[in-house]
């Protein structure tokens, strides 16, 4: 099975509990805006790692759809208000929320899908399952919100600091991307009726994917071309982006190249992108992420290994290796 098959195989239904969940919406132009990057489309990893957790775990895919779905209305929240703060005005090459319906109802917008993410977890019941795990998902669900702000309010942070540490960005970016990854992965497993082991297992296997994921995109933005990303090469260079490719560059380099690299991240400028990428060359940064990104992947899937030998689990082996392979 590819991994697109793998990503298709649930898309449908999860879209169908995303629409049921949104279609009590209104006024028109409120529901209009919260559907509007779900039907721009995303590659539905989050979704897919619920449910085949639950899978792998011995459970029924029907039992973690709800939460799915619910995982998928928080990314894309979290995706609408980011545009905003960014002033990002594109995504999934589309205008942004804000772009088309304004700045208040694109807020709105994001608030909808973090409400209704909640009592579509609530919903899972009517799908019999038992109540404990239920009130389970829905912690691990709350829990990742409250980490993806911290980790927007980390990151923001950083943008007047010269000096990150590697530690505190992996933090960051733990709790403003793999929270919810781990987050989708655990409250599958808890869903599927996985056991304690089981359960945590899957949550580390989540949280380290996730953070591969993350240090990949800082990888692809210097090493991959314009059409794949979807966006110019070395745009979080141009945005004075503290990656793990400029932490690692900033505790490594020379005093005279650390100034330059500084220089060009306080003028956010495309001009010096080039010159930026050179000085990672020098370092070792791009190779070092890349690194980092197929240890985590490793731990991963050696973390899988605990589990029964399914086809979830050899779905959930593929979806690890997909996230260093992908080119965007």
């Not at 190779?287 to 899937?301: C, G, L, M, P, S």
Request: aromatic share 4%.
């Amino acid at each position: 099975m590819e991994v697109t098959e793998i990503l298709e195989k649930y898309s449908e239904k999860v879209q169908q509990e995303i629409n049921t969940a949104l279609s009590t919406v209104e006024p028109e132009e409120l529901q209009e805006s919260s559907l509007h990057l779900v039907k721009a489309g995303g590659k539905m990893i989050r979704p897919s790692l619920a449910i085949l957790s639950a899978e792998a775990v011995g459970g029924q895919a029907q039992h973690a759809l709800k939460v799915a779905a619910a995982v998928e209305l928080i990314h894309t929240f979290s995706l609408i208000h980011d545009d905003i703060m960014d002033q990002d005005e594109k995504r999934r090459g589309q205008p942004s929320v804000h772009m088309i319906w304004g700045e208040s109802m694109a807020i709105l917008a994001g608030d909808t899908l973090f409400s209704k993410a909640f009592e579509t977890v609530l919903w899972t019941e009517t799908d019999g399952v038992d109540s404990q795990l239920v009130v389970g998902a829905l912690q691990t669900v709350v829990d990742s919100c409250v980490k993806i702000c911290e980790g927007q309010a980390l990151d923001m942070g950083f943008a007047d600091r010269l000096a990150v540490s590697e530690e505190e960005y992996l933090h960051m970016i733990y709790k403003k991307t793999a929270a919810l990854i781990a987050a989708a992965t655990r409250s599958g497993a808890i869903l599927g009726g996985g056991s304690k082991e089981q359960v945590e297992a899957l949550t580390e296997y989540g949280k380290l994917i996730g953070l591969a994921f993350q240090i990949q995109d800082d990888y692809l933005d210097v090493i991959s071309d314009e059409d794949n990303l979807g966006k110019p090469v070395g745009s979080d260079i141009a945005e004075g982006k503290r990656t793990l490719l400029v932490v690692h560059t900033l505790e490594a380099a020379n005093p005279e190249d650390r100034e330059e690299l500084i220089r060009i991240l306080r003028e956010e400028s495309d001009q010096n992108v080039p010159r930026a990428i050179e000085i990672f060359e020098e370092y070792g940064s791009i190779d070092y992420a890349h690194d980092i990104a197929r240890d985590n992947v490793k731990q991963a899937k050696e973390l899988l290994l605990t589990l029964e030998d399914t086809p979830a689990r050899q779905a959930l082996m593929m979806l690890a290796d997909f996230v260093l392979e992908r080119s965007h």
